[in-house]
């Protein structure tokens, strides 16, 4: 690999980093001032919503600027944000700025890969970009949890800054101000990712012509005969998985009586799983083999029901395990897949663009889904069951649709797969 890819890991570890732990504080932040139980489920959706709307922006705005720029400006965007959420803005809104950073950090953390790397070295470098993010989910989660309980919170509110009146006077505040300093490293790092050969491609005129651009990539990558089955199941997965960090916890809570610093290491035990699946992808996979793990998706719909039978700690922690691990094995191949069809049919940040947009619109939709399930008092045990349905059964019209691609359109698939076995090598 060369020695920018490992840039750009470091600055996508710390960057990771805080918005996970960013995510429990926040939790923390509503319960503690009683919100209701509703606002909690609602950071989820609330942290998706500008990647769905500015989603025919930021790929068009990723390649048109140095990507190791974009991720730096993305990276201010985030301690603005966490900013407003330390200095009383209400916590929905803030973490919404937070997910604007987020919105245009993702196409150039990902597209500066497809520019830096040859083709046969995707599979892998998805599989080190996804095992670390998810390493990241798990130590920022545990982090967070760590931050606002009573082992680490009361040596950060002794910190005295001499000259510097903070106003941070709880646990959560503190934990919050900690938080900016993984952005801020996150944010040096982003200075040293070096300018990869890639030529800039200028942004369109007007507003409504980057609207018709989008539309159309979109339309692009949906008609392409592999890349609507890789992109309608990772688009899946992270509707899933984005969601499944908050339902973890409210599940821990009902199930096995956890408060926000113990239910955070639970949701870590889901990403330790998803880490291991990924990096046993990232060895075993070909690019041309992606398909075959779709099963592997309706099996994770039905773990995810399973949840509700479980209320022991010794049982929790290596199923917890298992469902990750299926969900990590599931996204490398088909992520790689679906980057290897975006680069060959438009621009890396514009289907990065495109990729983003129908995951976070998933987990937006779900997310709101899950949320007006708990606004209208549907128990955390009902929401985990009509999530696991939804999951299963459209991952198995998935794998009917692939099924038909094969046998209607033989030969459009084999020449798409030719190709990836080509680029593998």
Not at 239 to 254: D, F, K
Not at 338 to 364: D, K, P, T, W, Y
Request: include cysteine; proline fraction near 4%; glycine fraction near 10%.
């Amino acid at each position: 690999m060369k020695k920018g890819f490992y840039t750009i890991m470091s600055a996508q570890s710390f960057s990771s980093l805080a918005d996970n732990a960013l995510f429990v504080a926040a939790v923390e932040l509503l319960r503690t001032s009683g919100a209701p139980a509703w606002q909690g489920a609602a950071l989820v959706p609330m942290f998706a919503l500008f990647y769905v709307v500015l989603a025919p922006f930021v790929g068009a705005f990723a390649d048109c600027i140095p990507k190791g720029k974009v991720m730096f400006i993305s990276n201010t965007i985030k301690v603005v944000g966490c900013l407003m959420m330390l200095f009383g803005t209400h916590p929905l809104m803030s973490y919404a700025i937070v997910g604007l950073g987020a919105a245009a950090y993702s196409p150039a953390k990902y597209g500066i890969l497809t520019e830096l790397l040859p083709p046969s070295q995707l599979v892998k470098a998805n599989g080190w970009i996804e095992g670390l993010t998810i390493a990241s989910i798990i130590l920022g989660v545990l982090l967070g949890g760590q931050l606002v309980g009573p082992n680490i919170a009361p040596y950060l509110l002794a910190i005295d800054l001499p000259l510097l009146e903070t106003g941070v006077t709880s646990a959560v505040e503190a934990a919050i101000a900690s938080i900016i300093l993984l952005y801020v490293a996150a944010a040096v790092f982003n200075l040293y990712i070096p300018r990869t050969e890639a030529p800039l491609q200028p942004l369109p005129g007007t507003l409504l012509e980057l609207v018709r651009d989008f539309r159309t990539c979109n339309r692009r990558l949906w008609r392409d005969k592999l890349g609507q089955i890789s992109l309608a199941t990772t688009t899946l997965f992270w509707g899933v998985s984005g969601n499944l960090r908050y339902i973890v916890l409210a599940w821990a809570a009902v199930a096995l009586g956890y408060d926000t610093t113990k239910a955070s290491t639970l949701v870590g035990v889901v990403a330790v799983g998803t880490a291991v699946g990924a990096v046993v992808a990232s060895m075993r996979m070909r690019l041309d083999m992606a398909t075959r793990v779709i099963p592997l998706g309706i099996a994770m719909g039905v773990l995810v029901i399973a949840m509700n039978f479980i209320g022991q700690l010794w049982t929790a922690v290596p199923f917890l395990i298992l469902l990750g691990g299926l969900g990590g094995y599931l996204v490398v191949p088909m992520n790689a897949l679906l980057q290897h069809r975006g680069h060959n049919l438009m621009g890396a940040g514009r289907s990065i663009a495109v990729q983003n947009f129908n995951e976070q619109a998933c987990i937006l939709g779900l997310g709101a889904f899950y949320t007006g399930m708990t606004k209208f008092g549907v128990s955390a045990f009902g929401a985990i069951t009509m999530f696991g349905l939804a999951v299963a059964g459209t991952m198995w019209l998935i794998k009917r649709w692939h099924e038909n691609n094969v046998v209607r359109h033989a030969e459009e698939v084999e020449q798409l797969m030719a190709l990836a076995r080509s680029d593998h090598h």
